[in-house]
T-cell receptor
Framework: AQSVSQHNHHVILSEAASLELGCNYSYGGTVNLFWYVQYPGQHLQLLLKYFSGDPLVKGIKGFEAEFIKSKFSFNLRKPSVQWSDTAEYFCAVNGNNAGNMLTFGGGTRLMVKP | GAGVSQSPSNKVTEKGKDVELRCDPISGHTALYWYRQSLGQGLEFLIYFQGNSAPDKSGLPSDRFSAERTGGSVSTLTIQRTQQEDSAVYLC??????????????FGPGTRLTVL
């Protein structure tokens, strides 16, 4: 079985602060990893994804995430947040032998103060 | 439209009634997924379709839940004899195929179900 843990449930930052949201997963095989974002009143959108290759992946809106296999982690980062980044962020994993289901973490609510 | 669409956007029903939720995937996407988002449980996988068949129904919470897909396109999720704990946002997603989990899933806006 696969599982995902996001340790930060709520994060409050001021504009221009740096962001790092933690994500750890549990799965015994090869994984595909995703970060989705849900802006207020909008539906889930993909920020970035990791399938293979370079463990540092770049996504939209200046976000990036690093896959560290030895730590089973896929933390999301952004050097300088904006008020418009206020949203809920979900880490998700899909194991290559786990069908096509995504298992999501509990989400992190980010509030950026102007 | 270009994205996944779901209807209705909101549904309020009385306990014990049946409800049907509809999903229109992105044109050409062969894989379709249903998830549920609720306060207590977060985002949970329910079921997915490859074409019209559902290889894995283990995520459905109870036998009151069923889903079907016809013509490789539209899908309906049916909840019979609704209970208050069924209140949640039901999300549909689609992807081009089910190629070893590597296909990005595009999500619809969801149906907010409230069971009184």
């Amino acid at each position: 079985a696969q599982s995902v843990s996001q340790h930060n449930h709520h994060v409050i930052l001021s504009e221009a602060a740096s962001l790092e949201l933690g994500c750890n997963y549990s799965y015994g095989g090869t994984v595909n990893l995703f970060w989705y974002v849900q802006y207020p009143g909008q539906h889930l959108q993909l920020l970035l994804k990791y399938f293979s290759g370079d463990p540092l992946v770049k996504g939209i809106k200046g976000f990036e995430a690093e896959f560290i296999k030895s730590k089973f982690s896929f933390n999301l980062r952004k050097p300088s947040v904006q008020w418009s980044d206020t949203a809920e962020y979900f880490c998700a994993v899909n194991g290559n032998n786990a069908g096509n289901m995504l298992t999501f973490g509990g989400g992190t609510r980010l509030m950026v103060k102007p | 439209g270009a994205g996944v669409s779901q209807s209705p956007s909101n549904k309020v029903t009385e306990k014990g009634k049946d409800v049907e939720l509809r999903c229109d995937p992105i044109s050409g996407h062969t894989a379709l997924y249903w998830y549920r988002q609720s306060l207590g449980q977060g985002l949970e996988f329910l079921i997915y379709f490859q074409g019209n068949s559902a290889p894995d129904k283990s995520g459905l919470p109870s036998d009151r839940f069923s889903a079907e897909r016809t013509g490789g396109s539209v899908s309906t999720l049916t909840i019979q004899r609704t209970q208050q704990e069924d209140s949640a946002v039901y999300l549909c997603a689609s992807s081009l195929s089910v190629g070893q989990g590597q296909n990005e899933q595009f999500f619809g806006p969801g149906t907010r179900l409230t069971v009184l």
